[in-house]
């Protein structure tokens, strides 16, 4: 037996994940996702913005017709990828706020989502936690995983929301405060896992989609020290592959998303990795579960 329960020993386990953009769910944690979804845990994706502002980053997607309707295919994929996973979604209806280029960068355009007050843009998200009653929150570092203002709003939403939604006293006309148990942070892309496939593809023989990535990247052993918790998942690759590759506008087949073969990630990186920032359970770290700590006391 295990220490702790597994979700799989614990029907009615609910996990929600607060994502900037469609596309982020399946390029963060997603096979993870795809695992406890497959076990039994209720896994509820969040989505920020409708992805308004992303361009097409998939060549063989532009064509004629695609971009004037981005907004309904980046659904259409969406759609597809939550199935894939086996998840739930919803919308919080924010304006995605674009990738700022120029010099000196541009303002950020009016009413998007980095822009609205994290109190204001809180409240959908409030209401959702209420609903949905997560055990488990996960969002993004402050450094937003990567500097787009919309991750940086998402994980200044999202803290605020863990808190706020358990605080009868916030907006009690957006449902029943809801405690959930335990925040994380995404660490899916740190330099000790970057480093460690770059390496492997090496050894193989094999081109590194990493070197140029690696060279401008310091190592940040305190930042690296930050992860608490990893989470086994490989036999979900795949999976989390499939869901990518649904977002077609966003993800080019032939990039170096899907450069190191399957067998190399399952065998020097098996894991997502996650931080805990906040937990109201005992659990002592290094962890591999989410849900470890959560025991029938806690659970409904
Ligand atoms: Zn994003």
Same mark, same amino acid.
């Given at each position: 037996?295990? &220490?702790? *329960?597994?979700?799989?020993?614990?029907?009615?386990?609910?996990?929600?994940?607060?994502? %900037?953009?469609?596309?982020?769910?399946?390029?963060?944690?997603?096979?993870?996702?795809?695992? /406890?979804?497959?076990?039994?845990?209720?896994?509820?994706?969040?989505?920020?913005?409708?992805?308004?502002?992303?361009?097409?980053?998939?060549?063989?997607?532009?064509? $004629?017709?695609?971009? +004037?309707?981005?907004?309904?295919?980046?659904?259409?994929?969406?759609?597809?990828?939550?199935?894939?996973?086996?998840?739930?979604?919803?919308?919080?209806?924010?304006?995605?706020?674009?990738?700022?280029?120029?010099?000196?960068? *541009?303002?950020?355009?009016?009413?998007? @989502?980095?822009?609205?007050?994290?109190?204001? %843009?809180?409240?959908?998200?409030?209401? =959702?936690?209420?609903? @949905?009653?997560?055990?488990?929150?996960?969002?993004?570092?402050?450094?937003?995983?990567?500097?787009?203002?919309?991750?940086?709003?998402?994980?200044?939403?999202?803290?605020?929301?863990?808190?706020?939604?358990?605080?009868?006293?916030?907006? $009690? &006309?957006?449902?029943?405060?809801?405690? %959930? =148990?335990?925040?994380? /942070?995404?660490?899916?892309?740190?330099?000790?896992?970057?480093?460690?496939?770059? #390496?492997?593809?090496? #050894?193989?023989?094999?081109?590194? *989609?990493?070197?140029?990535?690696?060279?401008?990247?310091? *190592?940040?052993?305190?930042?690296?020290?930050?992860?608490?918790?990893?989470?086994?998942?490989?036999?979900? @690759?795949?999976?989390?592959?499939?869901?990518?590759?649904?977002?077609?506008?966003?993800?080019?087949?032939?990039?170096?998303? @899907? %450069?190191?073969?399957?067998?190399?990630?399952?065998?020097?990186?098996?894991?997502?990795?996650?931080?805990?920032?906040?937990?109201?359970? +005992?659990?002592?770290?290094?962890?591999?579960? =989410?849900?470890?700590?959560?025991?029938?006391?806690?659970?409904?």
């Amino acid at each position: 037996m295990p &220490e702790h *329960p597994r979700a799989a020993d614990w029907p009615g386990l609910r996990l929600m994940h607060v994502h %900037a953009h469609p596309d982020d769910e399946s390029s963060k944690g997603a096979a993870s996702t795809a695992m /406890y979804a497959a076990n039994g845990v209720d896994v509820h994706v969040a989505t920020c913005t409708g992805g308004e502002r992303g361009s097409i980053l998939n060549p063989k997607m532009d064509r $004629p017709g695609i971009l +004037d309707n981005i907004h309904e295919i980046r659904r259409q994929e969406m759609e597809r990828a939550r199935d894939i996973l086996g998840i739930t979604q919803d919308w919080l209806g924010y304006v995605d706020s674009g990738w700022p280029e120029g010099d000196p960068l *541009p303002p950020l355009p009016e009413g998007c @989502f980095a822009l609205v007050p994290v109190e204001e %843009a809180a409240v959908p998200l409030v209401r =959702l936690i209420r609903s @949905f009653r997560p055990h488990v929150l996960t969002t993004y570092d402050e450094r937003g995983g990567y500097p787009h203002p919309d991750h940086v709003m998402c994980h200044k939403v999202s803290v605020y929301a863990f808190e706020k939604a358990s605080d009868p006293e916030w907006h $009690p &006309e957006l449902g029943e405060a809801w405690q %959930a =148990l335990k925040l994380y /942070y995404h660490h899916g892309f740190n330099r000790p896992r970057t480093l460690a496939l770059h #390496e492997a593809m090496l #050894e193989h023989g094999l081109e590194s *989609p990493y070197a140029e990535r690696l060279e401008s990247w310091k *190592p940040e052993p305190e930042w690296d020290a930050r992860i608490t918790t990893k989470v086994p998942c490989s036999d979900f @690759f795949g999976v989390r592959d499939q869901a990518l590759l649904a977002h077609a506008t966003q993800i080019d087949p032939d990039s170096w998303w @899907f %450069a190191v073969p399957h067998e190399i990630q399952a065998k020097v990186w098996p894991t997502e990795d996650f931080e805990l920032v906040t937990s109201h359970v +005992d659990t002592t770290v290094p962890e591999d579960d =989410l849900f470890a700590g959560i025991t029938a006391k806690e659970h409904p």
